[in-house]
């Protein structure tokens, strides 16, 4: 980090430039003309999503200007949006459907180019790996914003019988591309609905693992004497049970249950996080500046907030990511021994256990016989590209250079 | 050396209190699961009666302080008691799944551990080469499957699509072993799941080698040996290898914790009659004494394994005997 990072320069609001304003008028526009289209069908919901996507785009406009973007980053948000906009018009049946996805696939579209944006000094450097990575996290999150309408039929829905040859037609229209399940769902579908099920909880899970880990390892490393000495030995109690039948304990007793599942894994993974969090901030507690921080008379709160919590973020961000892949395949081992999310929700890991036996096909229809493990490839993807991301950010924080 | 000793015995009886407190934390989560055995194993057909005589019969009428304490008295001097649902010694029935996943683990870290020390000191005495980025890429891609994914694509590769005329595959994609198969034939067996456990632990064993021996590669008496004229590769073995030694041998027992403790999924894929699967099926079916028994060995394992990694650390590394 240079010095030029720490200290931003005086920078005055400046006046937005004509891209900047072309590009909040249609991120109001495009969700808007939706909303006006499928207002006939859900209206509620419809309502709901225009006074959302109203209240995004004026927030955007409020701020824009303090991103101080260099004119061709806004100029490439802009771009986003309007590919996304083409999209929405050419396939404005499926999208006037689903008002919601539309608007938070607007949102994710808008967020991903103004991180994009924001980093493009250090992306446009990354390694041919970090970029993959990225590309694939990206897609990732889009996907599981508008899951409903890439997905051609329901989750849940039964179009025809099961274990159907890739690319057969179903009765009711429709081609069922990656064959059909057990029940004989549209195995694409299902794939892309695991994907929003699995990757949104896996999400959920590593924010709620961080809150608490983080600010638990904080707070004893800060306090020190009693409290951390208790939290560690606690720590160390749980953390000498195997996560995993741990967790099947734990589920077996309190049921199975998305919410369940999240506090579990949270709880189970969080003791990993207070570990680290901790010994980062034992360096840190101890500099001058926490030091002053504590003489001034700064509450505790301050000091964790203001003071450690700046100069621990590399690694926990670092950790972040490992963290999500942790989870992420956490929550696929479990849902393969059949305590994750519980059907007829999709979710990958259950998925590759319910159709495992074709794999003994492979002699008749090779096709077929690879499809379980497609949703494994899945979950595989996601975690390397992360892994990648990762690698590059700490490569980059830790100042290693050839 | 007193000092060795203490510390050994110190972290021992910190050990100890750990597994107490986790055969604590087992024993009563186990009393708050919905139901209890004989409930689960008469399922339809119980009646009031039948299910307490049963009760009864396996001391579950007591109260809960009364049969942990049962417990630990027995469990002190290593009898586990009898396995609920078929009346045999909870030792024997473990006892034949603990050698079947130990000698798993064993097979896995034969492979493994020499392999990754090989790979990874060679990505350090060639690093920042195509060979070090090729190996880079592979082991983060390695790192990031899951072990299923792992396991059915080397089923798939090297079990079923090899199946011939005669319909048998090179290798079989069930490891079925049980006592008396013969140690080749067990070996072949077993070669899917230890493949599949090697793919798994290799990745992360070789980084931590590769990035502990680069981390000592600053250091000024390596400067010197360079500047004393010594080959690469010399300077790589000889003298950061035994300095890096610490990092290594702590990631290299933690891993093979996990190839004991973490390989349910890997035996549920493959059918091995291991410690997890058992111990899974045992959650199932309320089999309270099994559980206990199978947990504290994942529990015991754990805890020595560290111990172990702590004292090498300790050994190699006198300063920290001394802590200030």
Not at chain 1, 387 to 402: A, I, M, P, R, Y
Not at chain 2, 73 to 91: H, I, P, Y
Not at chain 2, 178 to 194: G, I, K
């Amino acid at each position: 980090m240079s010095a030029t990072d720490i200290i931003p320069p005086p920078e005055l609001a400046k006046p937005a430039s004509m891209a900047c304003r072309l590009g909040s008028a249609l991120t109001v526009l495009i969700p808007l003309a939706v909303f006006a289209i499928s207002f006939s069908a859900d209206s509620a919901s419809a309502i709901a999503g225009m006074v959302a996507s109203v209240v995004f785009g004026g927030l955007l406009y409020r701020f824009w200007g303090r991103l101080s973007l260099p004119p061709i980053r806004e100029q490439a948000i802009v771009f986003c949006i309007l590919v996304y906009g083409a999209f929405v018009a050419v396939y404005l049946e499926g999208f006037s459907l689903y008002p919601w996805s539309t608007f938070s696939g607007l949102v994710s579209v808008v967020v991903l180019s103004m991180m994009v944006a924001v980093t493009w000094k250090e992306t446009r450097k990354a390694p041919i790996t970090a970029k993959f990575g990225l590309i694939i996290i990206a897609l990732n999150i889009l996907m599981v914003c508008i899951a409903p309408i890439l997905a051609p039929h329901e989750q849940s829905q039964v179009l025809g019988g099961a274990y159907m040859v890739w690319g057969t037609p179903f009765a009711d229209g429709g081609t069922a591309w990656f064959g059909t399940d057990e029940l004989g769902r549209d195995y694409l579908s299902r794939m892309i609905y695991a994907i929003r099920n699995t990757v949104g909880i896996a999400i959920v899970t590593t924010a709620l693992t961080f809150i608490v880990g983080a600010f638990v390892g904080l707070l004893a490393a800060s306090l020190r004497g009693w409290v951390d000495q208790s939290l560690s030995r606690m720590v160390d109690v749980l953390m000498a049970i195997p996560p995993l039948i741990f967790a099947l304990l734990i589920l077996t007793v309190v049921g199975t249950g998305v919410i369940k599942l999240i506090l579990v894994i949270a709880l189970l993974d969080s003791t990993r996080v207070f570990r680290l969090s901790r010994s980062v901030a034992m360096n840190i507690v101890v500099m001058d500046y926490v030091e002053a921080a504590k003489l001034r008379g700064e509450k505790l709160m301050y000091v964790i907030w203001r003071e450690v919590l700046p100069n621990a973020a590399a690694p926990l961000i670092a950790e972040f990511g490992l963290r999500f892949c942790f989870v992420f395949l956490f929550i696929s081992s479990l849902s393969f021994l059949g305590l994750g999310l519980q059907p007829p929700t999709a979710d990958l890991g259950s998925m590759v256990r319910d159709s495992a036996n074709l794999i003994n096909f492979y002699q008749y229809n090779k096709l077929m016989a690879i499809t379980p493990l497609l949703p494994a490839f899945a979950i595989a993807l996601l975690t390397i590209a992360v892994n990648f991301v990762v690698d590059w950010f700490l490569h980059k924080t830790s100042g290693l250079k050839e | 050396m007193d000092r060795v000793f203490i510390t050994i015995a110190q972290r021992l009886g910190l050990g100890v209190v750990t597994l107490f407190v986790v055969s604590l934390i087992i024993a009563g989560m186990l009393e708050t699961l919905p139901g209890d055995f004989c409930q689960a194993f008469y399922g339809q057909q119980a009646t009031e009666k039948t299910v307490a005589e049963c009760r009864q019969r396996n001391h579950l009428d007591e109260s809960f302080i009364v049969r942990y304490g049962i417990w630990v008295k027995d469990a002190v001097q290593f009898d586990f008691g009898e396995s609920l649902s078929n009346k045999r010694d909870v030792a024997q029935v473990i006892g034949v799944r603990l050698e079947n996943t130990l000698f798993l683990a064993g097979f896995a870290a034969a492979i493994s551990v020499p392999l990754s020390l090989f790979l990874g000191i060679l990505a350090a005495l060639y690093r920042y080469s195509w060979y070090d980025r090729l190996v880079n890429v592979f082991t983060l891609t390695s790192i990031s499957f899951p072990e299923f994914f792992v396991a059915y694509i080397l089923i798939l590769w090297l079990s079923i699509s090899t199946i011939g005329a005669d319909g048998t595959p090179l290798f079989p994609n069930m490891a079925m072993v049980n006592v008396d198969t013969p140690f080749w034939t067990r070996a072949h067996m077993m070669f899917l799941p230890a493949l599949t456990l090697t793919l798994v632990v290799v990745a992360h064993m070789m980084r931590m080698t590769r990035a502990a021996i680069i981390n000592l590669l600053a250091s000024p008496y390596i400067e010197m040996a360079r500047l004393k004229g010594i080959s690469n590769s010399r300077i790589i073995v000889k003298h950061a290898l035994p300095n890096a030694l610490a990092p290594i041998v702590n990631v290299i027992a933690l891993n093979l914790a996990y190839l004991i403790v973490g390989v349910v999924i890997v035996e549920v894929v493959l059918s091995y009659p291991g410690l997890g699967k058992i111990l899974v099926d045992a959650v199932k079916f309320r089999d309270f004494p099994l559980v206990q028994a199978s947990v504290m060995i994942f529990a015991a394992t754990y805890v020595l394994l560290n111990l172990t990694a702590d004292i090498v650390t300790i050994v190699s590394n006198p300063r920290l005997l001394h802590p200030r």
